[in-house]
C-alpha cells in the first residue's frame, strides 16, 4: 500500500508542476483560466489522496474546500471578467514564454530534494540529515508560492 501511495502522489505533485508550466505557457485568458481550474482541481485531488493514506480526514475538508473555492468560485469569477472584457486577443507578455518556463523549472526542480534526503537518511541510518534540510525547504515552499503569481504576473500584461 505504500508504494501505491507513492507512486500516486508523485504522479499528482508531477501534474501539478506540468499544469503550472500550462498556466505559464497559454496566452489567452480563457486558457490561463481553464489550466488553474484543472490544476486547482488536481491539487484537491492529491490532497484527498494524502487524506485517504494519511488517515487524516481534517485533509478532506481542506481538500474539498480548495476544491470550492479554488477549483469552481474563483475561476467563475475570473471567466465573468474575462467575459466582461470580451477581448479574445491574445495577452501580451513582459517576459518571453521560455523565459517564464526556465525561471519556474528551476523553481520547482529545486524542490526535488524529498529523494535526496530519503537516501541520505538510509545511509546515515538516522534522521539526522532531516534536520539540514527542514527550514531551507520550508523557505523554498513559501518563495515557490510567493514568486509564482509574481511571474505570472511579469509574464502577462493585461
Not at 504522479?11 to 483560466?33: D, E, N, P, Q
Not at 481538500?63 to 479574445?88: C, E, H, Q
Not at 491574445?90 to 521560455?98: D, F, I, Y
Not at 537516501?119 to 514568486?147: D, K, M, R, W
Request: proline share 4%; charged share 10%.
Amino acid at each position: 500500500m505504500e508504494a501505491a501511495f507513492s507512486r500516486i502522489t508523485m504522479t499528482a505533485a508531477s501534474a501539478m508542476l506540468l499544469l503550472s508550466l500550462v498556466v505559464l505557457w497559454r496566452r489567452h485568458a480563457g486558457a490561463y483560466i481553464t489550466a488553474f481550474r484543472t490544476q486547482s482541481i488536481t491539487l484537491a485531488v492529491t490532497g484527498a489522496i494524502v487524506a485517504f493514506y494519511g488517515t487524516a480526514p481534517e485533509l478532506f475538508f481542506v481538500s474539498f474546500m480548495i476544491l470550492v473555492v479554488k477549483g469552481w468560485i474563483v475561476p467563475s469569477v475570473l471567466s465573468a471578467m474575462d467575459a466582461k472584457r470580451r477581448s479574445g486577443r491574445e495577452l501580451h507578455p513582459l517576459l518571453n514564454t521560455e523565459t517564464s518556463l526556465l525561471v519556474c523549472g528551476a523553481l520547482a526542480g529545486a524542490m526535488t530534494v524529498d529523494a535526496a534526503v530519503t537516501g541520505s537518511c538510509e545511509v546515515a541510518e538516522s534522521q539526522t540529515p532531516v534536520l539540514g534540510v527542514a527550514v531551507p525547504y520550508a523557505i523554498a515552499n513559501v518563495l515557490l508560492t510567493v514568486l509564482g503569481p509574481i511571474i505570472v504576473g511579469l509574464t502577462l500584461a493585461v
